[in-house]
Structure formats: C-alpha cells, structure tokens
C-alpha cells in the first residue's frame, strides 16, 4: 500500500513510516468516530486504515451509534464549541454518556492506542480497558461556549494526550496537546488524476458551461460555511467579469441542519441560470474531483471551520484558492503565495477579480499550493505523526527520540 | 564516521504549552517561564519552516506581522541563538531585548483575536535516511535529493553541537576529506538568509565548484 506513494509523498515521511510499521508490528490501533461518510474525518479514515494495515499495523475503524436526540445533542455541542449560543442541560449530557455507555458495551474496545475523534464518541474513556488512548478535537475550539467546553474537558483530561489541527484550537489542559493538521490523500477517488473525458463527463451530468470562468465552493450545505456569502461575493464579480458559481455538498448523517441551510440557499440563489448549486450523495468524490479541476478560483469561505480539507484538495490541483482567514485554513493558504486569506464577501469578490484578470499569477500561485500541500497536508505525514505520538508516548515523551 | 558520511533526518511533532500572548507584556511574562524547549523550538527550529517570512524567528516574526513593532522585531532578528551556550542565556537575551522597548514604548498594542501567539514546543523524531556517501562526488548526488529535514538536522541543528561555529558536513569536508577550504566555505552560509532549499543549492554549487578546482589542479599536474 504505502509503495503507492513512491514518487507523490516525501520520500522522508515513507521511510519513517516503514520504520514504524517495522516498530509497532502487530500492534493493534483503533479509531472510533461518529459517522461512516460525509465529512473530513470519516473521510481521512476511509483512506488511514488500510495505510495502517499495509504498514503490518493491526489497525480498526469502529463508528459508535446513535438516536436522534444523540446527533441533536452533539449539533448543539458541536456549535457551541465552535462559539455559538447553546444551551446544554444536565439530561442532554447524560443522554450523551448514555449512548457512549450502550456503544462501549457493544464494541471491542480494546487496543495497544486508540484514537477517539471528536466530542461525539468522547466519553468513552470513561470505559477504557487498557492501552494509549489519545482523543482527537477536529473542531475550531479557540473561541468555545465555557460551559460547554468545561464540561467536555472533563472527559478529555481523562486522556493520555490532546490532538487539536492547529495551534490556536488549543486550551489548557491536564494532558499533553499535540498539534497535527489533517490531510488529503492524493491517491483517493477525490484527488487522483483525471483523465479530460472524465472531467467534462462530470460538465455534463451537471449542464456546467466548460468555456466560462467558474468560482467554486466544496462544503456540506451548514451556516458556517457561509454559503450565502459566497453569493454575495458572485454577484459583485459579476458587475465587472463574466462567471459562474458552482456550490457543491454531500450530506452528513450527523448533521440535522443540513436540509435547511440548502433551502435557505437555494431561495437565495433565486432563479440565477449562473447559480449552480449541487447536492451531491455521499461518496460522490469524483464528481467533487472534476469540479475542482475544472473550478479557475476555489473559495472556502467559512465563518467557523475545523480545518477545511477542501482547501489543500484545491490547491493539490494547482488551483488559487481563496479562504476565510479563520480555523485551519490560514496554515493552508500562503497569503499572496499560494492563495489568499478574505475576510468579507467584498474581499472575496475583490480577490476573485484580481484572479481573474491576471491568470498567470493564478497559474503559479496554483503551482506553489501544490508543493505546499505535498510538504504538508497529505496523508502519509498525517499518518506519521499519529504514529510519531503513540511512539513518544510510550517513550514518556522525551523531546528527542532516536529510532 | 570513518570516511562515511551517514545521513539523518528528522521529523518534529508540535506540542502546545497552553500558554499565549496578545500583547508585548504577556509575551515578556510568558518567555521569562516557558520550557527551554519552546525557545529551542520558537528561534533555532524556526529554520525548519519550508518558507522565507520577513523575520528570523517566531518572537520577531510575531512582533512584526502582528504587533506591527518594526523596531523590535528588526532587534529580535538580529539575536543569532547559535551565540549563546545555552537556552537560558538567549532567554535573557531576548527578555532583555524586549525589557528595553518596554521601556522606551511601554504602551504596544494588542494582536486581532486568534493572531496572538501561542508557545509551542516540539518532540523531535530522529533517523538514518538511508543514504551514505563515501567521497564528494557520492555527496553531490546525494544533497540534491535528500529530505529537507536532513538538511536541517546536519547544517542547521549540528550548528549548536558546534557552538555555532560550523555543521556536520564541514567537520566531514576537513577532517575525513581534508577539503578545508569547502569546510569553511560551507561555515560562511548565513543560515537565516535562506530557506532550506536555498541552502542546498549553495551547498551542491560550493561542491560542484570544489570538483572543478580539484580536476583543474589535476589537469596542471599532468
């Protein structure tokens, strides 16, 4: 598995993996999330697992299950840790280690290291058996409601270690916290090469125009992704440049909102010919894949954002990309590098224009981000540094380690 | 190293401290207790960074880009932290730095919420890359493909197992090639002028120009 990467990933970060696989041996690693498709994380994990297994490592993905109020809950959770005004009672969280209670009885949860990715699964280690267990906060939590966050945290101190994506989602806590962004993987449905045929068969499935300039934006239909923004910024390009926009999403079970934010979105767009909005089923990552190569400026104009994979996706298919200088996708764009940081629709639509009139600085900003993206966001040195904690770990965490 | 030069790399995973600053005085309170790691890795694994910013190190880089204290950052840019012996000794220095502008400009102003900086510290991973080379030619070859961590880790990182003064591969160039001159050609690279891939061209051109002398001079000899 990992000899597929020769020649795409740092040679450097193929060496060290095959050094762990050699290392942890039959070692067991278990991951547990929320949700099997739709979103970043299980993503990331449709692709981990069998790098694991190809590297001799025991490793296995396991999805903990939930009703209704559960996924309710944890919305609520979820946005009040991003900073909005939620109010959680006492029944909702023991609702929520209830469920975590029922799945704990129901899987194996034994294992050398186990990665909990998340608030949804985060109880669990109330029931933890044995092992290195670490959890994994895949969320923007610099600006969290208190309450809610404090509460959580009791269950995460509980952990041997913290992962956060970047440096400022991390709060003060009992445990070591390790900073590691999330990455794509270059090989995936969503980000392999594509052949011309298969990129204008996905044009015409959607009746998208290939001799015009097209703005796009990847992300399930959600608030913080601000769709109805990146309208907003469409419509003041095109006083002055001829485009159109595609807005491109999956659903997420995980997510009850979903269907009301596409609506909003698609009132808004109105009766807009230029307005593409896409709702595409889940795993649809060629489809995703084509719309990126055929996209002349990608935006990701989130007002929160966990990271925002849809960033380096974009820039790995050299395209300039403009995001939101909020969450993960600041350590992805250089500003004026690879891309650029906006902060308003008006921002958008002004760096949109410049892109758009000048296309050879698009041309090698799209460059640069490609190399950006190789050194940094894809999946062999994501999986290298899950590996590198779980060897500091049960090396009492010195700071330098010689393998 | 009996003739071989064997290349290492390393791989740095970031830990967070907790701790953060938005404004000059915190960044004092919090340098004067910090771990000597997060300094380490706040100034010297600064050149780890695949890209040039403006500054030379992520205090200075900090009070430039998000203080917008030119005068202070220039200051902090200029403290080379291979200059000091020990962690402890640039701690003060940089606090004495900072002390100073304190002084002169004790009112600075805040970083926008989520610029502030955050102390992190690193625990640092490090291996054979698998490559040994026997002579300067062999070398050559090589220090076109390895990682740029193996750069680091032999001409950056070894800088402080040499109290400043030279790296891995000069020690190798004098004492197992007798190549003085490329030793302290190679010595003479400001490391905080280039970014590690320019770097590795004025080390493979200092070579390639070391291989043209040698066949020169072996050329006048025959």
């Known amino acids: 598995m990992i000899d597929a990467y020769k020649g795409v990933s ?74 909005n005004e939620e109010f959680i009672t006492q029944e909702m969280w023991a609702h929520h280690l209830e469920v975590n209670k029922s799945n704990a009885e129901k899987l194996d949860l034994e294992a050398d290291a186990v990665l909990i990715h998340d608030p949804q699964p985060a109880p669990l280690i109330n029931f933890a058996k044995k092992g290195t267990w670490i959890w994994r906060c895949h969320i923007d939590v610099s600006n969290p409601r208190h309450d809610v966050w404090n509460y959580l945290k009791e269950y995460c101190n509980r952990y041997h270690a913290a992962v956060f994506s970047v440096a400022r989602f991390s709060q003060s806590m009992r445990v070591n916290e390790f900073i590691i962004p999330p990455s794509i993987d270059p090989l995936s449905e969503k980000n392999r ?49 001829d485009c159109i926009l595609v807005l491109a999403g999956s659903p997420a079970t995980d997510d009850p909102e979903g269907e009301a934010v596409l609506a909003d979105v698609r009132e808004y767009a109105a009766d807009d010919p230029d307005i593409f909005v896409l709702l595409l089923p889940a795993f649809s990552d060629k489809e995703i894949n084509a719309l990126q190569r055929m996209a002349t400026i990608v935006l990701q104009k989130s007002i ?48 949109v224009r410049q892109l758009l009139n000048n296309p050879d600085m698009a041309k090698r900003m799209g460059e640069l981000g490609k190399e950006h993206v ?30 | ?16 401290t907790g701790k953060k600053a938005k404004n000059l005085s915190e960044l004092r309170t919090a340098l004067a207790v910090v771990s000597e790691g997060s300094i380490f890795h706040h100034t010297y694994q600064y050149l780890l960074k695949g890209h040039i910013l403006e500054y ?8 430039g880009a998000s203080l917008e204290e030119s005068a202070l950052a220039e200051q902090l840019s200029n403290i080379d932290p291979y200059d000091f012996g020990n962690i402890e000794t640039l701690r003060k220095e940089l606090l004495q730095v900072i002390d ?44 076109k493909y390895i990682d740029a961590s193996s750069l680091y880790y032999h001409f950056l990182d070894a800088r402080r197992r040499f109290e400043g003064k030279s790296n891995d591969f000069s020690q190798w160039f004098d004492e197992e090639l007798g190549k003085k001159d490329l030793a302290e050609k190679l010595r003479f690279i400001d490391p905080f002028m280039h970014n590690l891939e320019g770097i590795r061209t004025r080390i493979a051109t200092a070579g390639e120009e070391a291989v043209r002398q040698d066949m020169e001079s072996a050329g006048a000899t025959t």
Request: net charge positive.
């Open chain 1, 193 to 241: 090469e594509l052949s011309q045929e298969e990129v204008s068969e996905t044009a015409k499935k959607f009746n998208i125009p290939f001799d015009r300039s097209m703005l796009l934006q990847v992300s399930r239909f959600d608030r913080f992704k601000d769709p109805i923004g990146v309208i907003k910024a469409y419509r003041m390009v095109k006083k002055y440049n």
């Open chain 1, 10 to 83: 740092p040679k450097g970060d193929l060496v060290l993996l095959r050094k762990f696989g050699k290392l942890f041996g039959k070692k067991t690693f278990l991951h547990i999330n929320s949700t099997r498709e739709g979103g970043g994380v299980a993503e990331i994990l449709h692709r981990m697992i069998p790098i694991l297994q190809g590297l001799g490592i025991d490793a296995r993905w396991e999805v903990i299950k939930g009703d209704g109020d559960f996924f309710s809950i944890t919305k609520e959770i979820h946005n009040a840790l991003q900073g």
């Open chain 2, 1 to 16: 190293m009996s003739g071989v030069f064997e290349f290492k790399q390393c791989v740095t995973i970031i830990k967070a």
């Open chain 1, 304 to 351: 929160k954002e966990g990271f925002g994979l849809t960033v380096s996706e974009a820039m790995w298919k050299e395209k300039p990309v403009l995001g939101s200088a909020v969450g993960g996708i600041p350590s992805q764009i250089m500003h004026g590098v690879t891309g650029f940081l906006v902060h308003s629709p008006e921002g958008a639509a002004f760096r």
């Open chain 2, 100 to 143: 100073d502008y304190l002084k002169r400009f004790p009112e600075t102003r805040d970083a926008m919420p989520g610029d502030e900086f955050f102390f992190n510290e690193t625990i640092t991973l490090v291996f054979q890359a698998g490559v040994r080379v026997r002579n300067l030619a062999e070398f050559l070859m090589a220090i």
């Open chain 2, 56 to 63: 030379t190190n992520d205090f200075s880089q900090w009070a």
């Open chain 1, 374 to 403: 190789k050194t940094n966001f894809l999946i062999t040195r994501q999986v290298r540094d899950y590996l590198s904690i779980w060897y500091a770990l049960e090396h009492k965490n010195r700071s330098v380690l010689e393998l």
